[in-house]
């Protein structure tokens, strides 16, 4: 697949044209590019976790460079992209089981890996003073996108799409949550995966 074409498509998704999700769904030629753009932005939302912990000062941080490194960007990253990979397993069977809807599978996960696009956002997190904007926004229009690519991929009607995708979420950020909180007993920790340590900053503003 030209790469060219693929960026051009994320270019397009980022301005909101989600007619892109149409072009994709029946493509057997986008699936790789799909599960990779999925992989790459759940890697840049790691990054962006060990960015923070490098730039936004934290005096109980007693963890040193390779611990913050292995567990916010290599463990964690790959954590991230499991339960991303859950949350659209849940998304399926929510449509299929419950709203008995016609979607196909491999459609669905092409879609739902060019929705996946907003976490690369989180590569900001590192930002000083507007870092929880990084943290919030992405999983903001994660949700949106989510609800589009299913739209997309299925029969459903909006609803449906809409309680679908977010029991998905939801599934998703109780996960990452619990995983946040327990790590340190309280707020954030280096200690937590990827996902769990951005809900841990989120956690932790105060």
Do not use: H
């Amino acid at each position: 697949m030209d790469p060219n074409v693929i960026l051009n498509r994320l270019l397009r998704l980022a301005m909101l044209d989600t007619s892109v999700f149409d072009e994709v769904r029946d493509d057997e030629r986008e699936t790789v590019p799909a599960l990779v753009i999925a992989v790459v932005a759940a890697f840049l939302a790691g990054l962006g976790t060990f960015l923070w912990w490098q730039v936004v000062p934290k005096g109980d941080v007693r963890d040193g460079f390779d611990n913050i490194f292995l567990n916010s960007f290599v463990l964690g990253s790959i954590f991230l992209v499991v339960m991303y990979g859950v949350a659209v397993l849940v998304v399926y069977v929510a449509l299929v089981q419950f709203f008995k809807a016609q979607v196909d599978l491999q459609g669905l996960i092409r879609v739902m890996g060019y929705a996946a696009w907003p976490l690369a956002l989180s590569v900001l997190m590192f930002i000083p003073a507007i870092f929880p904007v990084f943290s919030l926004v992405p999983l903001a229009l994660l949700f949106v996108m989510m609800i589009y690519a299913a739209q997309s991929a299925s029969g459903a009607d909006s609803t449906q799409v809409v309680i679908s995708c977010l029991a998905g979420v939801v599934v998703m950020v109780f996960v990452l949550g619990i995983i946040a909180a327990s790590s340190s007993g309280y707020g954030v920790s280096p200690d937590a995966p990827m996902g769990a340590g951005q809900f841990g900053i989120l956690f932790d503003w105060n």
